[in-house]
């Protein structure tokens, strides 16, 4: 199994096209394209820590990419730092959820963690459902909800100065389809964002972490869970964050060892 280090062409040019025109939206930053590629450049240097500071100049700019995540996923990987690359990539997988690219690295370095967490099976409606929802990135949801509105707003206008009944008709119902498609698009995005917002999540940076049955020292040790392993985040209380694993099991953890995604 080999770890893919770069998205298609096609992907890498959306990517980077939607970064190069963020200044453009924006005054709050310059030079956005050359950190981008002076990562890139270092990455393919092998200075990977390098790479990651570029990096990181982004996100501290304010951009939040899915490209950049996963390259500073890929950077974090060569650096056998497995915690900070599960983090990138979920990172990432949050911005494009159904990235087939972001998708294999990030099973692939889940093998790499210590902790192998077996899922509680989904009830078949919903995972379809969350598979469904999750299988597009929201800027891509964006996009089609606007092409969408526009071609039902041009078979509108179409549907007033046709002189035709039949294109008329044609045009209303066309009018009618396009609407919803977009209204849907919308829909999906919103709901993708609050799937998100609904299931806060977390990984493991301390090597070793017992988890308590109580947001207190002397309580007792429940399991073991390691760097790496993520985590849902239920709740906080002085400075405790009880957490449940994929598994269903459920414990308290001290807030400093973990990083939220």
């Known amino acids: 199994m080999i770890l893919r280090m770069k998205f298609n062409m096609l992907k890498r040019f959306v990517y980077l096209v939607a ?8 005054s709050a930053a310059e030079g956005t394209g050359a950190l981008f590629s002076k990562g890139n450049d ?20 304010g951009y939040q990419s899915a490209a950049v995540y996963f390259n ?25 959820p159904g990235d087939d690219d972001i998708n294999y690295n990030l099973k692939y370095v889940n093998l790499k963690t210590t902790d192998k967490i077996e899922e509680v099976p989904e009830f078949f409606l919903s995972r379809r459902w969350h598979g469904f929802i999750l299988s597009f990135s929201t800027g891509t949801l964006a996009v089609w909800s606007i092409i969408f509105v526009l ?5 509108l206008a179409l549907y007033f100065f046709a002189g035709s009944v039949i294109v008329k008709r044609a045009s209303f119902y066309g009018m009618i389809l396009f609407f919803f498609f ?27 972490v017992n988890v308590k049955s109580g947001p207190v020292d002397n ?18 209380s002085n400075g405790w964050t009880k957490i449940s694993l994929a ?15």
């Open 19 to 26: 970064l190069l025109a963020a200044p453009l939206l924006s």
């Open 42 to 61: 270092l990455y393919a240097k092998g200075q990977y820590k390098e790479s990651l500071a570029a990096y990181q100049q982004l996100i501290d700019q």
């Open 72 to 96: 500073m996923g890929n950077a974090s990987f060569k650096n056998d730092d497995i915690a900070s690359a599960v983090l990138y990539y979920e990172k990432a997988h949050k911005l494009a």
């Open 151 to 155: 071609l039902g707003s041009a078979i």
């Open 182 to 208: 977009g209204v849907f698009t919308v829909f999906v995005a919103n709901r993708q964002l609050s799937y998100f917002e609904d299931h806060p999540e977390a990984v493991v940076f301390s090597p070793s």
């Open 219 to 236: 309580a007792n040790t429940l399991f073991v869970i390691h760097d790496g392993t993520k985590v849902n985040v239920l709740d906080n």
């Open 247 to 261: 598994n269903g099991n459920e414990g308290w953890i001290k807030q400093g060892d973990f990083k939220e995604i």
